[in-house]
């Protein structure tokens, strides 16, 4: 089985940076890809960005080149670096791992607040 466990978040003005982790343990050669999403109250979880094994990435309209995705094999880590963020962006980010085998794994949530 695979575990994530996310850090980083937390609270920073309209313009601010954050930086978002996602560590994970286990079975963790199953994973071919990590990626964040996030979950906005009253709306949908919507996909903020993935990475593949391989280092393709795949990127939401919004994030318009302001978040940059990035994966450690090695530690089978995921980062999201988060710049000019903006109070749309306000939402619970969530860490997720897809697997090649078994249903793919979701990390506990971290609330990121951008004040305006």
């Known amino acids: 089985q695979v575990q994530l466990v996310v850090s980083g978040g937390g609270s920073v003005q309209s313009g601010g940076s954050l930086r978002l982790s996602c560590a994970a343990s286990g079975s963790t050669r199953f994973i071919y890809a990590m990626g964040w999403y996030r979950q906005a109250p009253g709306k949908q979880r919507e996909l903020v960005a993935d990475v593949t094994n391989g280092g393709s990435t795949n990127y939401a309209v919004f994030v318009k080149g302001r978040f940059t995705i990035s994966k450690d094999n090695f530690k089978a880590t995921v980062y999201l670096q988060m710049n000019d963020l903006n109070p749309e962006d306000t939402a619970v980010y969530y860490c997720?791992?897809?697997?090649?085998?078994?249903?793919?794994?979701w990390g506990q949530g971290t609330q990121v607040t951008v004040s305006s």
């Open positions: 997720n791992a897809n697997q090649v085998v078994g249903a793919p794994v």
